[in-house]
T-cell receptor
Framework: DAKTTQPNSMESNEEEPVHLPCNHS???????IHWYRQLPSQGPEYVIH???SNVNNRMASLAIAEDRKSSTLILHRATLRDAAVYYC????????????FGKGTSLLVTP | GAGVSQSPRYKVAKRGQDVALRCDPI?????LFWYQQALGQGPEFLTY????????KSGLPSDRFFAERPEGSVSTLKIQRTQQEDSAVYLC????????????FGPGTRLTVT
């Protein structure tokens, strides 16, 4: 399985943008890039996913490098409720269904 | 709308006891997943159902773990002769179709084996 690398932790000030990086240098052409987050004492929550083009939704934006070896999840204005562990996950469009979460990035948001 | 629900939310079992954890997926969702999350770690895949068929059980850690989804909706994860290393949060997720579509998670069941 293609693997991802994320920083263990990041810190942001409230109401500022946050850029969460993810490296996936062994990504294959059929891998989608998914992001989930997990707030304390809750189950994971889907955030966004993409294949090649940048994606936007109400929660976040996903910027994908042209060579697809890295991506960045962008939270445009961090709030205290965005403090969570963020997971970058590759899913194979041909056969993937199980999520391989890894360790993720723990985001701390300070007022 | 109603999301994925799990019961019980908390379960304490003595070592050697059997436990059954229930998952009610979102109505109409075809796929159902079980994950195990140890303290401080990311969730790890246990097993996957498409309707009533268990298509992958490669993540189940031992033959003490058994999952079923007999009518293609509610699922039960059963752990026989619980051990201390089974202590974890057990998460259930469902998705509307097969393949790499987004998964919706329940709140989990925290199992503590004493």
């Amino acid at each position: 399985d293609a693997k991802t690398t994320q920083p263990n932790s990041m810190e942001s000030n409230e109401e500022e943008p946050v850029h969460l990086p993810c490296n996936h240098s062994t990504i294959s052409g059929t891998d989608y890039i998914h992001w989930y987050r997990q707030l304390p004492s809750q189950g994971p929550e889907y955030v966004i996913h993409g294949l090649t083009s940048n994606v936007n939704n109400r929660m976040a934006s996903l910027a994908i490098a042209e060579d697809r070896k890295s991506s960045t999840l962008i939270l445009h204005r961090a709030t205290l409720r965005d403090a969570a562990v963020y997971y970058c996950i590759l899913m194979d469009s041909n056969s993937g269904y199980a999520l391989n979460f890894g360790k993720g990035t723990s985001l701390l948001v300070t007022p | 709308g109603a999301g994925v629900s799990q019961s019980p939310r908390y379960k304490v079992a003595k070592r050697g006891q059997d436990v059954a954890l229930r998952c009610d997926p979102i109505s109409g969702h075809v796929s159902l997943f079980w994950y195990q999350q140890a303290l401080g770690q990311g969730p790890e895949f246990l097993t996957y159902f498409q309707n009533e068929a268990q298509l992958d059980k490669s993540g189940l850690p031992s033959d003490r773990f058994f999952a079923e989804r007999p009518e293609g909706s509610v699922s039960t994860l059963k752990i026989q002769r619980t051990q201390q290393e089974d202590s974890a949060v057990y998460l259930c997720a469902s998705s509307s179709k097969g393949g790499p579509s987004e998964q919706y998670f329940g709140p989990g069941t925290r199992l503590t084996v004493t």
